[in-house]
């Protein structure tokens, strides 16, 4: 048999220089019915917290003495950022126009002519604007020199260690509640149903002869588990029985129940 002949994959030929690839068409031109909408090459990347942090930033923009300020200038760029922000559709605020007019209304008054009376020469129409700029210019530059300082739960955090002396302290034993009494009998009552069996006869059990075998045990053993006080050959009738004597000894105050931590095995020890 002659050998298969190898197939060689030719990639695309890469798309040209100033050109896109859209849906695998080379596009090298714009398209005839492509719409871009006259304001989506605009770009407004000043943001002003008011008309007065507007005036103070052209202000500062050119470099002006702000105890001098020209007026006609100011308003006209003034004038051109409100128009623009009504091109942009943005929200203008009432205070905005608000000083618009103030900017008119110091501009008229400064092209009037000044009566030459011997009368005290008038405040400077600029003054009440200019004193406005500066206490709001120290307020805005304390604002950032506070917002520059580290703040608790953003720049710092508390950490908390535990107290080395507490630490090194033995815990206290843990204490044996009726719950876990309770749901070890029941585990024992379970364990009995499990292994029960069938008996017939008459049982006589008594809760004197099982607390002295109960302390018989603990005679020769320093501590007996819960579990083992209980017989599962003797079926329900021995498990009451044994929980009985196990109650009476610890009313009498001849036995004491130790657990060492929670959900721990239970132990019994004699007083």
């Known amino acids: 048999m002659s050998p298969r002949p190898k197939l060689h994959i030719v990639p695309p030929p890469p798309p040209?220089?100033?050109?896109?690839?859209?849906?695998?068409?080379?596009?090298?031109?714009?398209?005839?019915?492509?719409?871009?909408?006259?304001?989506a090459?605009?770009?407004?990347?000043?943001?002003?917290?008011?008309?007065?942090?507007?005036?103070?930033?052209?202000?500062?923009?050119?470099?002006?003495d702000i105890l001098d300020i020209p007026v006609a200038e100011i308003t006209r760029q003034y004038m051109q950022y409100v128009e623009l922000m009504r091109t942009l559709r943005l929200d203008l605020a009432a205070e905005y126009l608000v000083m618009a007019a103030?900017?008119?209304?110091?501009?008229?008054?400064?092209?009037?002519?000044?009566p030459e009376t011997g009368e005290e020469e008038e405040e400077d129409p600029r003054a009440a604007l200019v004193r406005r700029l500066q206490q709001y210019e120290r307020f805005r530059d304390a604002a950032g020199k506070l917002n520059e300082k580290p703040?608790?739960?953003?720049?710092?955090?508390?950490?908390?260690?535990?107290?080395?002396?507490?630490?090194?302290?033995?815990?206290?034993?843990?204490?044996v509640y009726l719950d876990s009494?309770?749901?070890?009998y029941h585990n024992a009552?379970?364990?009995a149903r499990r292994n029960r069996d069938l008996v017939l006869g008459r049982e006589v059990l008594s809760v004197r002869e099982r607390m002295t075998l109960i302390l018989a045990q603990l005679s020769e053993a320093r501590f007996l588990r819960f579990e083992q006080v209980f017989t599962a050959a003797e079926g329900r009738m021995g498990l009451v029985v044994s929980l009985s004597?196990?109650?009476?000894?610890?009313?009498?105050?001849?036995?004491t129940v130790v657990q060492n931590e929670p959900f721990s095995p239970i132990h019994l020890r004699a007083v």
């Open 181 to 184: 009494l309770v749901d070890a």
């Open 189 to 191: 009552m379970e364990q």
């Open 102 to 114: 103030m900017l008119t209304e110091i501009k008229s008054r400064m092209l009037l002519p000044k």
């Open 245 to 255: 004597a196990l109650l009476e000894l610890l009313r009498e105050n001849m036995i």
């Open 16 to 39: 040209p220089p100033d050109s896109a690839r859209v849906r695998g068409e080379v596009l090298t031109e714009w398209p005839p019915d492509l719409y871009i909408p006259p304001e």
């Open 151 to 175: 703040r608790l739960e953003r720049d710092i955090f508390i950490a908390y260690a535990a107290d080395a002396g507490t630490a090194a302290a033995q815990p206290p034993p843990p204490r």
């Open 41 to 64: 090459l605009e770009v407004f990347l000043e943001s002003f917290e008011g008309p007065l942090d507007l005036l103070l930033y052209l202000i500062r923009k050119q470099n002006l």
